[in-house]
T-cell receptor, first 115, second 111 residues
Framework: EAGVTQFPSHSVIEKGQTVTLRCDPI?????LYWYRRVMGKEIKFLLH????????ESGMPNNRFLAERTGGTYSTLKVQPAELEDSGVYFC?????????????FGNGTRLTVT | RKEVEQDPGPFNVPEGATVAFNCTYS??????FFWYRQDCRKEPKLLMS???SGNEDGRFTAQLNRASQYISLLIRDSKLSDSATYLC????????????FGTGTSLTVIP
């Protein structure tokens, strides 16, 4: 079974540019999450999709971040315009059910550097 | 106050040693608990869930202490391959399915 896949694995962009990250969850997982780890800090929640619907987007930092999951399959996270503080590793995760005891399965992350 | 706190370490232990990590959580409403392992520049991988009665998986034992609001991970007979960062994760049922992570505890097993 293929795991969660993310693309690209690395991205280096200049401040003010736009970047779009993609995540393909494990097949059959309706629940998809975006998390971010800024250097030296803990992994922090950004948002949660159930199928194509945003269940919880309370962790999104500001309106420069836009996540979509059209069709309830893969998801994209767009940052526009990027700022220096957006640098970090963006992880996507999926889970089989919405139950709180259903663990997350992570992708290998996108390392974003904004210069 | 952070939702989840861990001692960052590093813990440097010889092969064969037993090592234990603790992780404290601030919200008594927390419902589910997990340990993840993260290798350098890799994604976190689920190590084990933590059940109320405690649970064991080979050399790994996880325990939950609700009264003191902490979870623990015990690794027996440490192997070189156990070297990694260990993250605890906590989920509060009343926030949907939002996990809170600690910053991780670094373990190096020395030959």
């Amino acid at each position: 079974e293929a795991g969660v896949t993310q693309f690209p694995s690395h991205s280096v962009i200049e401040k003010g540019q736009t970047v779009t990250l993609r995540c393909d969850p494990i097949s059959g997982h309706d629940n998809l999450y975006w998390y971010r780890r800024v250097m030296g800090k803990e992994i922090k929640f950004l948002l949660h999709f159930v199928k194509e619907s945003k269940q919880d987007e309370s962790g999104m930092p500001n309106n420069r971040f836009l996540a979509e999951r059209t069709g309830g399959t893969y998801s994209t996270l767009k940052v526009q315009p990027a700022e220096l503080e957006d640098s970090g590793v963006y992880f996507c995760a999926s889970s089989q059910s919405q139950s709180y005891n259903s663990p997350l399965h992570f992708g290998n992350g996108t390392r974003l550097t904004v210069t | 106050r952070k939702e989840v706190e861990q001692d960052p370490g590093p813990f440097n232990v010889p092969e064969g040693a037993t090592v234990a990590f603790n992780c404290t959580y601030s919200n008594s409403a927390s419902q589910s608990f997990f340990w993840y392992r993260q290798d350098c520049r890799k994604e976190p991988k689920l190590l084990m869930s933590v059940y109320s009665s405690g649970n064991e998986d080979g050399r790994f034992t996880a325990q939950l202490n609700r009264a003191s609001q902490y979870i623990s991970l015990l690794i027996r007979d440490s192997k070189l391959s156990d070297s990694a960062t260990y993250l605890c994760a906590v989920n509060k049922a009343n926030t949907g399915n939002q996990f809170y992570f600690g910053t991780g505890t670094s373990l190096t097993v020395i030959p």
